[in-house]
């Protein structure tokens, strides 16, 4: 098991991007980046925007949100962090990341304007600011009929947040990155809540009071309009299915039924129910920031929405069949069978809680195994103590990250949860792998057996290159 080799030029250009350093070591500012959209062109105004913060689930939703507005036929840019495997998985037009080739010519179009604004600032931009600016150029150059933008960390300095969301949506938000921003949900719920910009519809996922609170306020502040879960739209009902489940959603302008989601677990419906609302909003003629694109609106009959349908109700066959085709990489995914292999990117106990529900609600197992390797500055004792009431044995190990905690120190934490019998130190992640597999299948009873590897993005890329997830397809 090994990785695959890039080309020397894209990786030379990874190499330049990521030599930038990260955006939490620099001070929080949108000058930057205004600046270098501004030398560019302003090509984050070429197209409307939907624009999605959070916790948990902010992917996700992005490519579902993206899966039903390319259902319709619209050209789509998607922006994501972080990536699986490849750099170039951030930026992604009509649901294909950009190619090798495309992402260089991205990077070599911005770059006398990165080393412009870089002399005009004590800190250069930062890697995440440079992706930005390639992703909305390259989205304008396409061009695009429509941007779905996941936001990086929080939301009111994220670099993202120079465009101005047609749609604002915050998916499900809890403690992360704390140290960035802020210990509370309050304060987290505050960053999160700077995407919702005047006359936007935002949409709004489930909340935690504190956070509610925190994002109404801004939406009254900014004269934004609301759409919550729960009130305004909402999953009427979910079922089990092989290889995903079944659900019926409310949005904000229908009922949608009889509707296969191949993903699994409660909060993915609910992922689904606020992707739907967002594309509603779109439909219903949600304002927009900036010049259109004069060749989609070309497209568009005087009159009708982007999306068909009065007043923003989607067809619902395109609602099934865009449902249908979505997918997104790492999130309780299927990696092999024979023990069945899950990949998932839960990184927070939030987000662990709801992949520990999705295991005892959608699969069998009678002995399941866990590979965990996972950030340092996470809240560790928190994502074991979930995982600790459905794992027979935990082997700890590290990922490609240097932020990966050294599975020595890792075992210490889970020795404390689990007992220092169920917990086993594995340096390499192939080797856990392994091991994890053959202490599933201890007792011989493979039907039942699982293994489930976990604890960051990181962990979930690594383990599909690993595992060869994907090739061929």
Known sequence: MSQLSEPSDYRATVGAIMGRGVEWEIDPTLDRIADLVDVLGAPH?????????????????????????????????????????????????DGEPIS??????????????????????????????????????????????????????????????????????????????????????????????????????????QQPVEAAEVLLRRVVETGATAAREGVEYGVLGRDVAFGGQQISLRGLHGVYDEI????????????????LAAVEAFAGGAPTRGEPNLEAATRIAP?????????????????????????SPGRLEVARTGPTVLLDAAHNPAGMAATVNTV?????????????????????????DQLEPVLAELVVTRNSSARSMPP?????????????????????????????????????????????????VVTAGDARTLLRVGEGR
């Open 260 to 275: 296969f989601l191949p993903l699994f677990g409660e909060h993915q419906a609910s992922n689904a129910a606020t992707a």
């Open 100 to 205: 090798e080739e495309r992402f260089v010519e991205a990077f070599n179009d911005v770059l006398p304007y990165l080393q412009l604004v870089d002399g005009k600032h004590e800190a250069r931009l930062s890697f995440f600011e440079v992706l930005t600016a390639m992703a909305f150029a390259a989205f304008a150059d396409a061009p695009v009929d429509v941007a779905v933008v996941e936001a990086g960390m929080g939301g009111a300095w994220d670099a993202t947040n120079v465009a101005d969301g047609a749609v604002a949506v915050i998916t499900p938000i809890g403690l992360d990155h704390t140290r960035y921003l802020g210990d509370t949900l309050e304060q987290i719920a505050g960053e999160k809540a700077g995407i919702i910009k005047p006359g936007a519809i935002a949409v709004l996922a």
């Open 45 to 93: 105004r070429a197209y409307p925007v939907i624009h999605i913060a959070g916790t948990n689930g902010k992917s996700t939703t992005a490519r579902l949100v993206e899966a039903l507005l390319r259902e319709r036929g619209l050209r789509t840019g998607l922006y994501t962090s972080p990536e699986l495997t490849t750099l170039r998985e951030r930026i992604a037009i």
């Open 303 to 327: 009159g009708e929405s982007f999306l068909g349908g009065e007043e923003g109700q989607l067809d619902p066959a395109l609602v099934r069949s865009g449902f249908a085709k979505s997918a």
């Open 360 to 384: 005892t609600e959608s699969f069998g197992f009678t002995r399941l195994a866990g590979v965990l390797a996972i950030a340092a500055d996470k809240d560790v004792a928190g994502v074991l």
């Open 408 to 456: 020595e120190e890792l075992a210490e934490i889970a020795e404390g949860v689990f007992g220092a019998e169920r917990v086993h130190v594995v340096q390499r992640l192939d080797d856990a792998i392994d091991r994890a597999i053959g202490l599933a299948e201890e007792t011989g009873e493979y039907r039942g057996a699982g293994v489930l590897i976990t604890g960051s």
